[in-house]
């Protein structure tokens, strides 16, 4: 094979690789525009108000309970005294502690200590990271505590949405929160 | 001259008076003059209906099982009055974050006044908002009528 011939392969070669480059430049291109697409999506997409609650029923309690709940109280007062992120990572050892089993307040448990954590989020300008917080707990297909905690909740989650220009998680969270809000105004009328 | 003729008009006057008084029979009596008048009986004088109840008996054993009575039900009627002020506490305060929230709501669907869903939460909030208002303002009002004063105010009415 003589050298000339060679350097064509070469070029050949040179050539091919710059095109498939720029191909997997377009791929990525492409992908950006799907990412774009599914932003944009989000954002005109239709809210969804779908609500689902469960009562819940006071537990007999228990050792186990009493001292969670104990140890919750106190981290809730040990942030009282703090603030920004000293509070929230305070807020947040307390939202991972282990629940122990048969405590179904711990749900509501749950919910007012991510709620607070969410409302010092927003406060120090993070609303993407509240949101992702609270968005699994409040997702529309599973079912939430029929309590106020849930409902402050659901207003903390509307407000990261409304932050993050997230209006059709914004109008549907926001509006849960007034239907679970109206619930709890019909049984107080009872 | 004078003094005779100003004399004269007062005789005239006082004759006038009487024959006016006569004839429209505005005597003393009748405008409830003199006379003491008992409320609500409208003029009647006569003794009222006599009183209604148990003679509890006026010993210091009686007075006492009588105070130790009355103590009992002020008790419970204060604590009737709590329940009552805690339940239109937190009704008034849920109708308010209701409206609250259907503000924030409304405002978000106004950024998409071509989307029927977003109008479709709005008007849904706004009709939960002012359902809540008047459950608040109704429940204001039958504390006010059990007692003297609100004993809390109802949240602003919203013009959205």
Do not use: F, N
């Amino acid at each position: 094979m003589s050298s000339s011939r060679i350097q064509r392969i070469a070029v050949l070669c040179a050539t091919l690789g710059t095109v498939v480059v720029a191909a997997c430049d377009d791929d990525a291109d492409a992908e950006g525009e799907v990412v774009h697409t599914e932003v944009a999506a989000s954002t005109s997409a239709t809210p969804d108000g779908t609500l689902k609650t469960h009562e819940i029923v006071p537990s007999t309690p228990s050792a186990e309970g009493l001292a969670y709940l104990r140890a919750v109280a106190a981290i809730q007062r040990e942030a009282d005294d703090q603030r920004g992120a000293a509070a929230v990572a305070t807020l947040q050892r307390g939202l991972d502690l282990e629940v122990p089993a048969g405590l179904p307040e711990a749900e509501i448990v749950q919910l007012e200590l991510a709620s607070r954590i969410a409302g010092l989020l927003i406060e120090s300008d993070a609303a993407a990271e509240a949101k992702e917080l609270l968005v699994p707990m409040l997702e529309p297909s599973r079912s939430v505590p029929l309590d106020r905690a849930s409902a402050e909740a659901l207003i903390m989650l509307g407000d990261a949405a409304t932050r993050t220009g997230d209006d059709a998680l914004a109008a549907g969270t926001y509006a849960r929160s007034i239907r679970m809000m109206s619930i709890l105004r019909q049984e107080l009328e009872r | 001259m004078t003094r005779y003729t100003l004399s004269r008009t007062s005789l005239h006057a006082g004759v006038l008076w009487g024959i006016v008084s006569i004839a429209t029979g505005c005597t003393p009596t009748a405008s409830g003059g003199g006379k003491p008048v008992t409320p609500g009986l409208r003029g009647d004088t006569r003794e009222g209906p006599d009183p209604i109840g148990v003679q509890e008996g006026d010993s210091v054993p009686e007075l006492e099982k009588r105070l130790e009575r009355l103590r009992g039900e002020q008790a419970a009627r204060m604590d009737d009055a709590m329940a009552d002020t805690q339940a239109c506490h937190d009704l008034c305060s849920l109708s308010a974050s209701i409206c609250e929230v259907q503000v924030k709501l409304c405002d978000i669907a106004d950024r998409h006044p071509q989307e029927g869903s977003y109008q479709a939460l709005c008007r849904e909030g706004q009709q939960e908002c002012q359902e809540a208002m008047s459950s608040c303002e109704d429940c204001v009002g039958e504390h006010a009528e059990d007692d003297a004063g609100p004993p809390v105010s109802a949240p602003p009415a919203d013009d959205s």
